[in-house]
C-alpha cells in the first residue's frame, strides 16, 4: 500500500502561502483603499463643512453679541434663529450655534437646535476658552476628522463673525453632519471585504487550477517511481507531460533515466544469463574432471602398487645375484683347491697333455667370449628391469593427465575471473604430467635395455654353463680315465686352473657392477614411487580444489539467478 505523506503536501504548502499572502495582498490593498478613500471623504467631508459653515456665517450679522439672556422671545433673536435654522438644513447641519465669551468663559447664543437639550442664551459651553481662543481671534477652526460621538458622527467648525470693523463679534459653531460619509465609509469597507474575499476565492481558484496541472505531472512522476521502487515498473512506458514548463522537462529527464535503466537491465539481464549458462557448462565440466580426477588418482594408486611390485622384484633379483656372487666364490675357492690338486697329478696328467690343451683353449676362448658379453649386458644393466609395462601405461596415464590439463586450462580461461585458481592447478597438472611422461619414458628405455642385457646374461651363463658341461667335464671324465696317461699334461691343467681363477675374479667384479646397476634402479624405482604419491596427493588436493570451484559455480550459479529473478520483475520489452 502506498504510504501517505506525513506531513503537508506540496499542494496544500502552495495553496496555505498562497492564501496567506493574497489574504495579506487584499488585506493590505483594501485597507490602503480604505483609507486614501476614508482620508478623501472626510477630506471632501471637511470641505462640505467649511463651505456650509461660511454659508451659515453669512446669515448672521454682529448683532448676534448683542443678545443677552432671557432675549430668546426678541425679534431679532428669532430672526437669527430662523435664518441659521435655514442655513442648518440647507447645508446638513446637525448643529449649528453661536458664541461668545466674557475672556475667560464661553457661553452659548443662539443654539438652533429643536429638541428640549437646546441651550439658552448664557449657558457655558463645554469647551474652554483657551481651545477657542484663535478662533475669538479671528482665525477660523475646521475639524480635519470625523468625530464619532453620541450625538452622531460630526465635522466641527468654528468661525468667527464680523462687525463692520472687522472685529470678532461672536463665534459661529457648526457642526457638519458626516454620517452620511461614515454610512457611504462603512459601505466601501464592507464592499472591500466583499471584493478581496471574492479576490482571493478566485485567486485560490486560479492557483489550485495551476497548482493542479504541476501536481498532475509531479503525481505522474511519482506514480513512475512509486511502480519501480515496488517492483511494478514499466521501463517501456513514458511519461506523457506537455506543460511547456520545468515540469515538461523533468519528465523528459525522468523519460531519459527510465530508457537508461532500461538498457542497463537489458544488459544485466543477457549477461545475467550468459552468466547461468557458462556457470552449468562450468559445472557440467567440473563434474567430469572431478570423475577424470578420481580416475587419475585411482591410476595412480595401481602405479603405486605396481612401483612397489617392481620394488620388490628388483630386491629378489639383488638377492639373486647375491647368491650368484656367493656361487662365484665358491668356485674361485674350488678353483683354488683345483690349482692346488694340479700339482698332484701334474704326472698322471701328462697323458692328456694335448686334449687338455685343446679343451683349455676352447674354454679359454668361451669364456672370454662370455666374459666380454656379459661385460657388456652389465653396462645396459643400470636401467630399470621388468617395468616396461608400467612406464607405458604411465605415459598413456600422462597423455590422458595432458589432455585433461588443457581441458580444464581451456574451461579455466572461460570461466575468467573465477577460473584463475583452477587454472593454476591445472597447468600445475599439465606441467607434473609432462615431467612424469618424461621419465617414464627414460624408465622406459631403461628398462628395455636392462632386460636385453639380463636376457643375454641368462643366455650366456647357459652357454657358459653348456660349454662346461660338453668341453671342461668331458675333459675332467677323459682326464680322470686317463690321469695314469697323462700326468706331463697337469702343468696345462695348472695354468688352466690359474686363468679360470682369474675369470672367477673377473666375473665376481661384473655381478658387484651388476649389484650396483640393479641398486641405482631399486633406487629409480623408489623415487618414481615417491613420484606416483605426490602425483595422487595432488590429485586429491585437485580434487577438493575442483569440488571448492564448484561450490563457486554453484554460488555463482544461484546469483545469477536470483539478478535474472530481480530484473524480470521489470517490464523491458
Not at 668331458?474 to 691343467?493: C, F, P
Amino acid at each position: 500500500m502506498r504510504r501517505r505523506t506525513r506531513k503537508l503536501s506540496i499542494k496544500m504548502k502552495i495553496l496555505l502561502s498562497t492564501s496567506f499572502m493574497m489574504v495579506c495582498l487584499f488585506l493590505v490593498l483594501g485597507v490602503s483603499f480604505y483609507k486614501s478613500m476614508e482620508r478623501n471623504m472626510i477630506a471632501m467631508g471637511v470641505e462640505q463643512a467649511q463651505v456650509a459653515a461660511k454659508v451659515a456665517v453669512g446669515k448672521v450679522d454682529a448683532s448676534v453679541a448683542d443678545l443677552q439672556p432671557g432675549d430668546e422671545e426678541t425679534e431679532n433673536y428669532e430672526r437669527l434663529l430662523y435664518s441659521l435654522r435655514e442655513a442648518k438644513s440647507t447645508c446638513n447641519m446637525a448643529y449649528l450655534y453661536t458664541l461668545s465669551t466674557d475672556g475667560s468663559q464661553v457661553f452659548y447664543g443662539i443654539d438652533t437646535d429643536e429638541t428640549d437639550a437646546r441651550n439658552a442664551i448664557g449657558d457655558v459651553f463645554e469647551y474652554p476658552y483657551e481651545e477657542l481662543r484663535p478662533v475669538f481671534e479671528g482665525e477660523m477652526y475646521v475639524q480635519d476628522y470625523i468625530d464619532s460621538t453620541e450625538d452622531g458622527d460630526l465635522i466641527t467648525v468654528y468661525i468667527p463673525v464680523l462687525d463692520g470693523k472687522n472685529r470678532v463679534a461672536a463665534v459661529l459653531g457648526s457642526d457638519y453632519d458626516a454620517s452620511e460619509i461614515v454610512e457611504r465609509l462603512n459601505r466601501i469597507r464592507l464592499w472591500m471585504i466583499q471584493i478581496s474575499i471574492i479576490g482571493v476565492l478566485i485567486a485560490l481558484v486560479v492557483i489550485h487550477l495551476i497548482i493542479r496541472t504541476i501536481t498532475s505531472s509531479l503525481w505522474k512522476v511519482n506514480q513512475k517511481i512509486y511502480e519501480l521502487v515496488n517492483s511494478e515498473g514499466d521501463l517501456t512506458q513514458k511519461l506523457q507531460v506537455r506543460t511547456g514548463d520545468e515540469m515538461e522537462l523533468m519528465a523528459d529527464n525522468v523519460n531519459a533515466l527510465l530508457k537508461y535503466i532500461r538498457e542497463i537491465m537489458l544488459h544485466i539481464s543477457d549477461d545475467s544469463n550468459k552468466l547461468n549458462e557458462s556457470t552449468k557448462i562450468v559445472f557440467g565440466n567440473l563434474t567430469s574432471a572431478g570423475e577424470n580426477v578420481m580416475e587419475v588418482s585411482s591410476t595412480m594408486e595401481q602405479m603405486s602398487a605396481a612401483m612397489e611390485e617392481s620394488t620388490a622384484t628388483l630386491n629378489q633379483i639383488g638377492e639373486s645375484v647375491g647368491e650368484v656372487y656367493t656361487n662365484i666364490n665358491y668356485i674361485a675357492e674350488k678353483a683354488e683347491t683345483g690349482n692346488h690338486l694340479t700339482k698332484d697329478i701334474k704326472e698322471k696328467a701328462q697323458k692328456i697333455y694335448d686334449y687338455a690343451e685343446e679343451a683349455q683353449d676352447n674354454a679359454h676362448t668361451v669364456v672370454m667370449r662370455l666374459a666380454d658379453s656379459v661385460n657388456e649386458k652389465i653396462k645396459k644393466s643400470k636401467s630399470v628391469g621388468e617395468i616396461n609395462r608400467l612406464t607405458e601405461d604411465i605415459i598413456s596415464i600422462t597423455g590422458q593427465t595432458n589432455l585433461l590439463a588443457l581441458n580444464a586450462s581451456i574451461e579455466a580461461a572461460r570461466a575468467g575471473e573465477a577460473g584463475k585458481g583452477f587454472a593454476v592447478v591445472a597447468d600445475e597438472i599439465g606441467k607434473l604430467a609432462s615431467t612424469s611422461a618424461n621419465t617414464a619414458s627414460q624408465i622406459k628405455q631403461i628398462s628395455a635395455a636392462v632386460i636385453g642385457a639380463v636376457e643375454g646374461l641368462a643366455l650366456e651363463a647357459e652357454k657358459m654353463l653348456q660349454c662346461m658341461e660338453e668341453t671342461a667335464m668331458e675333459g675332467y671324465r677323459k682326464l680322470l680315465s686317463t690321469s695314469q696317461g697323462y700326468r706331463e699334461d697337469a702343468e696345462n691343467i695348472h695354468g688352466m686352473m690359474e686363468n679360470f681363477a682369474e675369470d672367477s675374479e673377473r666375473l665376481e667384479q661384473a655381478i658387484n657392477d651388476m649389484k650396483d646397476a640393479l641398486q641405482s634402479v631399486s633406487t629409480a624405482v623408489e623415487e618414481n614411487a615417491r613420484g606416483v604419491v605426490n602425483v595422487s596427493e595432488v590429485s586429491a588436493q585437485l580434487t577438493e580444489s575442483m569440488r571448492d570451484i564448484e561450490k563457486r559455480a554453484d554460488l555463482n550459479k544461484k546469483i545469477g539467478e536470483q539478478l535474472a529473478a530481480e530484473v524480470g520483475k521489470f517490464k523491458l520489452e
